[in-house]
């Protein structure tokens, strides 16, 4: 057998009130993909930071090859060769993209002064074998979520690394950027680099992951062998159930229109937006990343000022100034960014849940703590949030976890209307299924859901209708009936049956 | 021309626009109400402004990777006192005056040598103890005046060496010593922020602190290094202007912190971290300058400056807002 | 007569109501005399703000320049730019160090020192009076840090006192800033810490009426000689009722038209005195009916 | 969701318990520590003054430094909910000095019982202008309120034409009662102090408002998001903290019946030394008003520690600093666990 690229022997890693990682033990093989699953918070990341030496283990050791190492910082853990892609994206948005990848170890010349062409050329080297759109001199800033998670999956290429950690990097990219994502890992794995890949999508672990191990509750589970196992087994691992994945042949009674857009447009973004929700209906929301599909959700809550077209809640047009109007009329959303737009970092979990409505729940002039509470434990239970008590810190809480306190945050608001963006981005296999009954279940409970998403079994698990979006255009609504993946597919890339394959863009 | 640009043009340029309004309205308020003859544009007196604008201008262009650097330093006006009073002090310790004039660069050399280890102990207490820079500075703000204080007591320290006097009020190619320090520290940060690993490192720091330390960037050295960086360069501009006044009150350099910071704030510095540019600080220096200057010129009166410098503040600000809001879409958040 | 146009750059207007009273008994000289326009600049304490007010002034071109000094050494070197631009220089309120007196024209001003000396002596016949010249003990709460008319007040007074009541105890001198409140706090720690404290020396009537505020919340006013200097208004009425013994006599308004007179008699090439002190009296409970209340 | 799969062993499990029970008292000391620890740091300094000097904690003594420290410590309070919210307030000084000298000025004019009112609406007045260009035009608030200091002094020097301000007949008038007054044996500053603590400490606790403004300061997206309305929060912050300056106004003016211009310059530095040694941090989103008063109080009683203990005005001032710097570091040691920084 191979000596191990690297090996983790009995790995404890203790927060306060949370035993993160309780005695994990496995090895990466050089050239293997070896990935690592488990729930929201089963202590993925964490392993993963004690690897690339952002926390210190309390017991255990990891040995590089047969060294046994010590990461006292991430500067260590480069230096043996651990590149680290982090979960939460970890870049300075003034910098350039260049900058950004090579940050840490700019190329020098004599007097600490940067080398400039040497980084744009390896720069530029490393972006084309990315096929992204995009060169070396971009402001981070300037690009897109998934064209950031492109910049930071760039850093894995920079160094000669003996191992690679991917922490969930297909999060938010679209089909096309994760086709480059593998090659690259097919790449990396072909130059004898071990690989550890963290996700929660089932498909893409069978399709490029030599071995799985499992960690549930901080605690290692097991590994078994991609080729010989499947979904069931591993879920199974995971936690202790199976699950049915298919696509949504329930229907509700559908009622009234809850809202309604009319050539609802805004400049550069999106143009001649129309459609409609029903009580009791989901309409699914598919396109590429930068279709606009957000910023028509944004739109809608009241954060940007349409330039033409009008907005009807009841039949009714009303004008929204500000998510408050929105949020009295009826209307939730759940953002994209969960770290920027959904959670206040430095608060508990309750807090952050209850913080739409503190003001609605007060009895007198003071808060309901019980009440909060009591609205906290209810969800927690609903979407199986991990976390020790409400008074953690919601910052300390797993990606995933995180994800769950703002979509309970929208939900116990009873909203008539639900716009979820991306709403389980993150999430594990389990929750997410939870999430998707509760989108349904809600939907039977008369309210009307929009879900915006970039994955397509999820718009197709959920969704009655699906809006198919390219380019700041609807290019065609489906029924369930309707839809296949083939003409989803074709409407988000601009073809549209019996015509011209390109419409023009609506921004530049 | 790439989208944006006119408009990060014109956000960056904002101070500038803004200079050459109060040039103008200074020169047409001047043509009224001013006693002089001069005219306010007059060329000698806009070499005097670049001189004026030395002791806070090179202290602000240290701030300005400071606060890219996302941290603050409260303690620059102590500091420049402080330095001050070694600059003075040390030319008349005995062994000093034996050396006549060649005791004027040893001289300096103390004097910067203070700046930097003053600094060096924030940055030192920064970087160990992860007390924030705000808190360490404004307690450094008091101590250093106490080791000011405590050098000479209540009296003032003087040393009046006329040769010294002579270099700093010396003229080449037209400007002043002091300005030739100006602008020579300005073009040297500006190298240091775009062209140095150490530069561009600060901006990365100061964006995403976090990231930095992932990249394994030693973000605690650096930060020290900077801070040593601005201690020296408050000394330097002690350096400079002591050299021509010879005298220093142990409270002199008081409210500079507060200047300088509006300074380079007003050149568009980010208090968060992460964006500025040293160029636009010399711009932010300049107006703050230029308003002094011509408030002086049409003859106003305290209550006036003080009332017009605060609120021409925060018309600035407004002004520049405006621009960088119409560069990107409105997120009402 | 010729027209002459001076300018002025003052300490630090606004810090207190000496200066700013002293700015406008200045301005409303000047306008009282047509030939003379002015410009009046404030220095906000900040000596490199008033080195360049100085550069300025040189630049305008105006014939005469009166400076009172942030620092009577720091501005030397600008003082003396003026004198080789041909500006006559007039020192104001308090003086420039020695080397500058080549450059300068004339100083008129208080003397500091005297006025120190003057409160020892008010002080002293007092606990003379009360007959404890020998054994009272006394707190001194000094002017702002740095500044040269607090140092030359303490001086003058610590020097004097030992001369005529070498007896009596000056057990601690802290500084209130020229500030009532900041001197209010000082006296309430004093009060604390000394079960007996006969008398209190102020270096001015603003920070000596917060001493006298502290002292009398503890009951204590009755027993303590309060001394002051710049008689304010607040003094004279704390003199007039009874509890606030003396002050030295200086009135801003004459120093304003002592410097401006100075000024145009230096301009008009009259023959003055390098040193033009005005007088400043010694004012106490006794003699304060043959005194007006100050304005300031 | 079933778990059949996760069954420990029994002895394990009470094994776990032990260890956690055991580690208990250690944790909490811990905890205690981490949540208090400028509390803590308080103590010391407390003990380490009535050793040098004992008449430090003489009741009279202890009276007369919170009744000093009063007129600062209700400024600190208002500074603590725009703190909180993500903002800076340097214009407190210089606004407490319009309080003050607007208030004894009136005070002979139309009398004090419509005085107080008219300073107080004048004294918001200016808050609501900060509030408006901070929180509705969103400018930053270190420059807007650093121009205020300026412009607010110049305002001042205008009204007063630079000149002290006294009441005429300071014997006859009830308006001393705030500065000088007593109830219950407790000087009243001290009183208001309290109570403001105590009901502004109630909001931020306890209201829902109180909890929008730890939401805006500590993520203004999250909270805009979340249908708060962020302007209204931070303007109203900005009211509290004019109505403290103006309750510090009205103290200070009572307490000498007189005042000059620059009664409150250079306040503003001290106020927000307070606010952060109380463990605000200047990003927004966290501190208590509790701490805040710590934060007043270890301000006031090292200044008349040092005083009474007789050092020099500028050895109090490195003794400050130092005292400043060790009381944040043990704070932040006690809550990150460690006693250095990890940044490398
Ligand atoms: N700094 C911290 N302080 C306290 N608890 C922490 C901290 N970091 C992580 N945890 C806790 O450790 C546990 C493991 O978190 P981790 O981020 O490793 O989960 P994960 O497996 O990566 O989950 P996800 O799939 O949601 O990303 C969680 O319960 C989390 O709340
Ligand atoms: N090609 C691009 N280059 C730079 N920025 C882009 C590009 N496309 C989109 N963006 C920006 O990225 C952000 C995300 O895109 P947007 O929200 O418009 O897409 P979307 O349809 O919501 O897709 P998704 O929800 O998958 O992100 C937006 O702020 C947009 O301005
Ligand atoms: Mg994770
Ligand atoms: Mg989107």
Redesign the pocket.
Known sequence: MTQPALRLEGIVKTFPGVRALDGVSFDVLPGEVHALMGENGAGKSTLMKVLGGIHQPNEGRILVGETPAVMANPLDAKGKGIVFIHQELSLAEELTVAENIYLGELPKKRWGFVDWETLYERTDRILKTLRV??DAR?RVG??????QQMVEIARALTVDAKAVIFDEPTA?L?DAEKVVLFDVIADLKSQGVGIIYISHRMEEIFKITDRISVLRDGQYRGTLNTAETNEDEVTQLMIGRTLDLSRNTSHHQLGEVALEARGLSCRG??EDISFEVRKGEVVG?Y????????????TLFGLRSPTAGSIHVHGKEVRIHSPAEAISLGISLVP?DRKSQGLVLGMNCRDNMTLPQVGELSSGPFTAEGAEIAIFEKYREKLDIRTPSWKQTVGNLSGGNQQKIVIGKWLSMNPEVLIV??PTRGIDVGSKSEIHNLIRELASQGYAVIV???EMPEVLHVSDRIVA?YS?RIMRTFTSEEVTEDNLIQAISGIEPGKSAEREPV?A | MKPGTLSTFLARGAIWGFIVLELIFFSIAGQFFSVSDNAFLDPANMLLLLKQSAPIGIIAMGMTIIMINGNIDLSVGATFALAAVVLLDSMTWPFMAAMGDWAIPLAWTFALLTGAVLGAINGLIVWKTGVDAFIVTLGSMLGFRGLVFMYNGEQPTSHLNWTLVDFAEAQFLGLHTATWFLLGVTAVIWVVMHRTIHGRNAYAIGDNREAAINAGIRVGPHMMRNFVLIGFLAALSAVVFYSESGSVNPNDGQLYELWVITAVVLGGTKLTGGSGSVISTLGGVIAIQLLRKGLGHIGADTETVNLVIGLILIAVLFLDRQLNVKGK?ALRT | AQEYTIGITQNNVGVDSYQTTYEQAFIEAAEANENVEVVVLDAGGDVARQIAQVEDLIQQEVDAIIIWPTNGEAVIPAVRKASQADIPVIVTNSNIAEPGFDFVASFSGPDNITQGARSAEIMCDRFTELGIQDEAQIVQISGQPGYTTAIERAQGFEDRLPEVCPNVTLMETQPGDWNREKSQQVMEAFLVKYDDIDGVYAGDDNMGVGALNAARAAGRSEDIVFVGATNFAVGYEAMGEGDYWGSIYQSPVDDAEAALQTALDVLNGEDVPFLNYFDTPKITQDNMDEFEKPVF | MADVSDKRPATSETGREDSKMAGLSKASVGTFLAKQGILVAFVLFIIGFTIANPRFIDPDNVLGVVRSSAILGVMALGVTFVVISGNLDLSVGSMMSFSTIVVLDLHDKIGPALAIPAMFAMTLCLGAFIGFLVGYLRLNSLIVTLGMLSAIHGLTLTYSGGQNMDIADKSGTWFSVFGQGEALGIPVPILMFLALAAALGVILAKTPFGRKVYAVGGNGTAATFSGIRRARVVFACYLISAFCVACAGLIQASRSLGSQNTVGQGMELEVLAAVILGGASLLGGSGTIFKTVIGVLILGFIQNGLLLVGLQFYVQYVVTWIIIILAVWLDIAAKRGRLWSPIA
């Open positions: 759109g995009f971009t300037t690009l897109s979520i998934a064209n938010s679209t973004l999106f929301f396109g590429l990343v930068g279709a606009g599909r957000t910023e028509i959700a944004e994209e963006d991306e915006i998403s970039s979006m700041g921004s | 879409e």
